[in-house]
């Protein structure tokens, strides 16, 4: 479909084509001042953008977190301009030297977008395909938020009802994660997704003819997307009134995902630098700055110039904001008078606390009895799916092995899917095979608020994962992964499944918390210290990666320690039995500290007081005081073994150099899982051999 309108209702006045001018304007003159950027994406995007921001979006610059307000999601990142231009014109906080001191230490406008540094920024984007996924994400949190607290109200009735814009660049839609994406929104049908792709056909590399050919429009059809083009002016030029058209059009399509493509010349109007690859990511240079301010009927000699006309209509926004926000609270209000016991929980789960006696909830698992932890955390978030509303979650399509299923009645899928369970509000997620999505979706339903997602899948798998993962921890975002199958004991897929460096690799990602229990107890400690870090009280939240065994594994007493990351499982015994001080330690985690349990048996029967630490989490074991990680390794205690089946890339730290650690610094095979952990070494014996060596060593 293709919109040219001949009638709108858009209010389009001399001043706002003039401030559309001053976008461009600013957006010259940001790069070329730093002398690095992405200036062209920001001039041929200006009518769009001020579009969004003036003439469209529903939000509130004086509070730029309000509940009621639309999101806008900027995937294209490397054209931060775009987005910070706006926030500047409409009165977010950011003011012109802000714009002048882009890319620059310590400025409020670094090169990409960032959560949590810039007012209005709604999430951290630059790796391309991201910020799409995210929107999806925002658009599924703002569903299942509906679900929660007002599901019976007719559509664009609640006050929980608004709109995700995105605008993604030619580079969003060729990465992978975005297709991924893009199927999931249509097949949920998301209705209240609307993206703009800015279809400038250039790249670093230059015209786009390059590396694709494809039919973008009709692949969104495929994925059941809502799909229109808008046409530009006859100068090339982006119509903001067909934008605008379009957009009303997109709004009207409830139970579509709205696809606009627009046609734009990068760097337009820029006599020589427009539709060219060097706009894309260099300053244009003084002259073609010059020749384009010209163009434009602006002083060539100023820098920055706004005038106080422009800035004065543009900062309206803060009065429209003001008046719409009245609005929506008058609505909120009456929601809250007819649902007094939602607006209770809205009030709950709105300021970051969770259900009073909640942690009664959580399982305690008998002593003993081998249980894989992938199983505990099953029946663990069962257990809290009845007490915790707002905790919703899935798996990349391997419930069934990741024991994901919060509630097997509950699909969150659109009305009209032929399966029993589906649910439009419900609780379970079924991302399909698209690990990377998923991650950035969840970053996105994080992102929205007022909801707790986890999401699922085997931890070989967190490859896929891994740049939305590490986008979860730059952000501090509340979001769980739930990784099982978390070494060689799966068994008989063999290599290509057995994760080996991925253990040690995420937990180099700055931020994440990697935790991996050694039985059901400590998986259910885990789940309790997870959710309770993602209360405001508790403070600057981080995402964390649950690794979960495949096998059973022997159930331990409940110690409430494994909260602190590594503590004291079994303490060290002198020949009569009574706790001594340890000449040995042994540091297992996950289904490896059964192996440090049974070779302290036969260390302490040789005389050798020996004690075990599980560490289910490096991350969490460093945060606590000096004093309480001396008193769970003692310096003074120079024989270690560490003993995790992976590599061993962790552990140096902790054993020193009289220390050894049991690793596997090599794939795995296909085999059953027990014939494996002996095959490669894993076994009471070997630690229990590496011990003695250890101990030699410290005697040296």
Request: net charge negative; proline share 5%; charged share 20%.
């Amino acid at each position: 479909m293709s919109i040219k309108p001949t009638t709108t209702d858009l209010e389009w006045t001399a001043v706002d084509e003039r401030a559309v001018d001053t976008v461009r304007v600013l957006a010259m003159d940001s790069v070329q001042k730093v002398g690095n950027g992405h200036p062209g994406t920001a001039m041929s995007l200006a009518p769009a953008a001020y579009t969004l921001f003036q003439k469209v979006m529903r939000h509130d610059p004086a509070d730029a977190d309000w509940t009621g307000r639309d999101r806008f999601v900027l995937s294209a990142g490397h054209s931060s301009l775009t987005l910070y231009i706006q926030l500047y014109l409409a009165g977010f906080g950011l003011e012109l030297d802000d714009l002048k001191a882009f890319r620059t230490w310590g400025s409020k406008t670094p090169g990409h977008p960032e959560y949590g540094h810039t007012t209005g920024v709604e999430t951290t984007t630059g790796p391309l395909g991201q910020g799409v996924a995210n929107a999806v994400g925002m658009a599924m949190a703002a569903r299942y938020e509906r679900g929660l607290f007002d599901p019976e109200a007719a559509p664009g009735t609640s006050p929980f009802d608004h709109f995700v814009y995105a605008v993604a660049g030619d580079g969003c839609l060729q990465e992978g994660i975005s297709a991924e994406a893009s199927s999931l929104a249509g097949h949920q049908q998301l209705g209240n997704l609307i993206m703009l792709w800015d279809d400038n056909h250039i790249s670093i590399e230059g015209d786009t003819e390059t590396a694709i050919s494809e039919d973008t429009m009709k692949r969104y059809e495929a994925y059941g997307w809502h799909v229109q083009r808008v046409e530009p002016k006859e100068n090339g030029d982006l119509d903001p009134a067909a934008l605008h058209a379009a957009i009303e059009a997109a709004k009207a399509e409830t139970r579509r995902p709205s696809f606009i493509a627009m046609r734009s010349i990068i760097a337009w109007p820029a006599p020589h630098a427009q539709n060219t690859e060097a706009a894309h990511g260099s300053a244009l240079g003084e002259e073609e700055v010059a020749a384009t301010k010209r163009v434009m009927g602006f002083d060539p000699e100023q820098h920055f110039e706004v005038s106080d006309e422009v800035l004065a209509h543009t900062r309206g926004a803060l009065d429209r904001g003001r008046e719409v926000r009245a609005e929506w609270e008058k609505a909120y209000a009456a929601w809250r008078t007819a649902n007094p016991q939602r607006a209770a929980e809205f009030d709950r789960i709105r300021a970051g606390e969770l259900p009073t006696g909640w942690e009664e909830k959580l399982p305690e698992f008998e002593t003993g009895k081998g249980v894989a932890t992938r199983a505990a955390s099953g029946k663990i978030l069962q257990a809290l799916g009845a007490v915790v509303p707002e905790l919703w979650g899935g798996s990349a399509d391997l419930a069934g092995s990741n024991n994901t299923t919060i509630d097997k009645t509950s699909s969150f899928l659109p009305a009209d899917n032929p399966l029993p369970e589906a649910d439009p509000y419900g609780r379970t997620v079924h991302f399909g095979i698209r690990e990377h999505a998923m991650a950035a979706v969840m970053n996105g339903i994080a992102l929205h608020g007022n909801t707790r997602i986890y999401g699922g899948t085997f931890l070989v798998f967190s490859d896929y994962m891994r740049n939305a993962v590490r986008l979860s921890a730059l952000m501090h975002l509340p979001v769980t992964y739930v990784w099982t199958h978390d070494s060689i004991g799966l068994g008989e897929d063999g290599p290509t499944h057995q994760p080996v460096e991925h253990l040690a690799s995420l937990r180099a990602i700055p931020g994440l918390n990697v935790v991996r229990p050694a039985d059901a107890n400590e998986t259910a400690v885990a789940w309790r210290e997870i959710l309770r870090r993602y209360t405001k009280e508790f403070g600057v939240g981080a995402p964390h990666g649950l690794a979960l065994t495949r096998q059973g594994v022997p159930t331990y007493e409940r110690n409430e320690d494994a909260a602190k990351g590594g503590y004291v499982l079994f303490e060290a015994e002198g020949p009569d039995g009574a706790a001594a001080e340890p000449q040995l330690v042994l540091i297992g985690t996950g289904s490896e500290v059964q192996l440090a349990v049974a070779a302290r048996e036969q260390l302490q029967a040789e005389g050798v007081p020996t004690r075990v630490v599980s560490m289910p989490s490096v991350e969490w074991f460093e945060e606590q005081e000096q004093e309480y990680r001396d008193a769970v390794l003692p310096p003074s205690v120079k024989a270690r073994v560490a003993v995790e089946a992976g590599i061993g890339l962790t552990w140096h730290r902790y054993v020193g150099d009289a220390g050894r650690i049991v690793s596997l610094e090599h794939f795995g095979a296909s085999a059953d899982g027990k014939v494996l952990f002996r095959e490669f070494g894993f076994t009471p014996e070997a630690v229990a051999a590496a011990a003695r060596d250890s101990v030699a060593a410290a005697a040296r």
